[in-house]
T-cell receptor, first 116, second 113 residues
Framework: AQSVTQLDSHVSVSEGTPVLLRCNYS??????LFWYVQHPNKGLQLLLK??????LVKGINGFEAEFKKSETSFHLTKPSAHMSDAAEYFC??????????????FGAGTRLAVHP | NAGVTQTPKFRVLKTGQSMTLLCAQD?????MYWYRQDPGMGLRLIHY???????AKGEVPDGYNVSRLKKQNFLLGLESAAPSQTSVYFC????????????FGSGTRLTVV
């Protein structure tokens, strides 16, 4: 089965500084990977996805992630944090079941705080 | 607006009571899911459905039942609520089975006392 590990449960940055949220995955093949964001008391929104095309994936709101097979990593970055980026971020891997159906497996989440 | 609607948004139950959470989507998606979210554990899949009339177990199905009698609705039932089922429940739907294209509802906060 596939799995993801988010290496930091909390990250705190100052507004205007870079953001790095780390994610490692475990997969027996080339997986589909995603980052989702959850703002307080809201549902989840897709930030970006990697599906074996370009290894550098650009998402919404200036976020991007790089798939590195050799490091089994899919870290999320943003050059300059904004106050509105404060939220919880989930790294997600697609896991096929015995019937070929792909389920989403979520990491534990990283809470990003942005300070003025 | 098109999307996924969950009802109710909040509920407090006593141990042993039953309830049903309703999820409705108007995007004609084939696939629907119920997740629970607990602190420090991300979202865990309870049950899912790959089409009308079908359901399947996810990671944490015990204590829950589901039904998908109509394509647009996916119901999650708790027959005898337990404090361990205190959680935030999210419904989602998707158009593909490739793991992308998910639309999530805004969640139901359930407390079992």
């Amino acid at each position: 089965a596939q799995s993801v590990t988010q290496l930091d449960s909390h990250v705190s940055v100052s507004e205007g500084t870079p953001v790095l949220l780390r994610c490692n995955y475990s997969s027996s093949y080339s997986p589909s990977l995603f980052w989702y964001v959850q703002h307080p008391n809201k549902g989840l929104q897709l930030l970006l996805k990697y599906t074996s095309a370009a290894t550098l994936v650009k998402g919404i709101n200036g976020f991007e992630a790089e798939f590195k097979k050799s490091e089994t990593s899919f870290h999320l970055t943003k050059p300059s944090a904004h106050m509105s980026d404060a939220a919880e971020y989930f790294c997600v891997v697609s896991d096929p079941d015995s019937g070929g159906y792909n389920k989403l497996i979520f990491g534990a989440g990283t809470r990003l705080a942005v300070h003025p | 607006n098109a999307g996924v609607t969950q009802t109710p948004k909040f509920r407090v139950l006593k141990t042993g009571q039953s309830m049903t959470l309703l999820c409705a989507q108007d995007m004609n998606h084939e696939y629907m899911y119920w997740y629970r979210q607990d602190p420090g554990m991300g979202l865990r899949l309870i049950h899912y459905s790959v089409g009308e009339g079908t359901t399947a177990k996810g990671e944490v199905p015990d204590g829950y039942n589901v039904s998908r009698l109509k394509k647009q609705n996916f119901l999650l039932g708790l027959e005898s609520a337990a404090p361990s089922q205190t959680s935030v429940y999210f419904c989602a739907s998707s158009y593909s089975n490739q793991g992308d294209g998910y639309t999530f509802g805004s969640g139901t906060r359930l407390t079992v006392v």
